[in-house]
């Protein structure tokens, strides 16, 4: 059975971060910039900027249900 | 006693999936919601999967909930 | 006179972007026949910044670039204030662009006398498209976050209250929303992400019912 822990989820926002194109750049306050696939090493490797990146993915998705009220 | 209890759960999880999905918006469907060994399901391949009752379903439900994807 | 202090550093990518993003601001102050101090590129210093607060104190504070809860940045990310030195926007009107202010140094200001400070209790984020670099405004990924953030200054300058302009911003933001969540693409996809999350988190300290003059 496969659980949801740190491995997980990294593997989750890498997985959707592979889907933004790949000439997106990321400028996330005093982190700095960063292209996709830089953004991506980032979650991989457990940094602030990832955890960061990893808590706006998830912030999104659990909005996703969301935004149909809130333009309702 | 056990298997019964966690067949109703699926089958909780299952309609708490379809409440949520039915919130999400067309065209939002295609965000990726769960990774399965490295085949990525958004909501829409999720609900193929989890309409079938198939076991992918079954753990995309686990995942999805654990997450915390499929609201209240 | 109205006077508006305006930060721009332009060090990096990030700030680069706001750097000609705000000079809407610029335009819309001096339209308004408002005094603009700016502290621009290797200028945007602490030294330079608190010289002005405090010999030329304005009426709107406009903070862009990079910050923490505690402090806000400028040239090469030195920093221009913190909570040691929030006294110096007593009296103003404060708007930061820039990540996480309002936690402590937008609080402290408040306490210190600053009559409100908006801005954002999480990491404020845009998305860009690399081939824009050079041309900012046409961003159309970064557009419509930054559109949203500049409708602060933008209503402040128009003689709004605190409330009311952080209610344009998220009734711009709405609007944005409703069209971004019916498209495809991924660039508006990504502009989504990065609307809804300062959108969550855009704030004010203070007095709502302040406004200029």
Sequence with gaps: MIEVNEKYLKKLVVTRLNAVPPDVSFSIGKYGDFTRDQLIEQVEKGTDVGKAATEMELSFLRKLPKFAKMVE | ?72 | ?213
């Excluded at chain 2, 995309?60 to 994807?69: E, P, S």
């Excluded at chain 3, 508006?4 to 705000?22: E, F, V």
């Design chain 2, 1 to 72: 006693m056990v298997f019964m209890a966690e067949e109703k759960n699926i089958e909780l999880l299952r309609s708490k999936f379809l409440k949520t999905l039915a919130k999400v918006s067309d065209s939002l469907r295609d965000e990726i919601v769960a990774v399965i060994d490295d085949e990525p399901f958004n909501w829409s391949t999720a609900n193929v999967e989890v309409k079938g009752k198939t076991k992918k379903g079954e753990q995309i439900l686990r995942l999805m909930d654990q997450v915390g994807l499929l609201g209240d």
């Design chain 3, 1 to 213: 006179m109205t006077r508006l202090l305006i930060t721009r550093p332009q060090h990096d990518k990030g700030t680069y972007y706001l750097y000609a993003w705000s000079k809407e601001i610029i335009d819309s102050a001096a339209g308004h026949g408002w005094t603009v101090d700016k502290s621009y590129g290797p200028k945007a210093t602490r030294a330079e910044v608190q010289s002005r607060l405090e010999k030329n104190p304005p009426d709107f504070v406009f903070f862009n670039g990079h910050g923490s809860e505690s402090e806000m940045c400028g040239h090469n990310l030195e920093t221009i204030l913190d909570e040691s030195s929030s006294h110096l926007l007593k009296g103003t009107i404060t708007f930061a662009r820039a990540c996480n202010c309002v936690v402590k140094l937008g609080k402290s200001a408040v306490d210190k006398g600053c009559r409100s400070f908006i801005g954002y209790v999480g990491e404020f984020w845009f998305p860009r498209i690399n081939k824009f670099e050079s041309s900012p405004l046409e961003d159309i990924a970064a557009k419509p976050v930054l559109e949203v953030s500049n409708q602060i200054p933008l209503s402040i300058i128009k003689n709004h209250t605190t409330a009311e302009a952080v209610d344009s911003a998220k009734a711009l933001a709405l609007k944005h929303i409703s069209k971004l969540i019916l498209s495809r693409e991924p660039y508006d996809r990504a502009a989504l992400k990065a609307l809804s999350q300062n959108d969550d988190s855009l704030v004010y300290e203070g007095d709502g019912n302040a406004k200029i003059g």
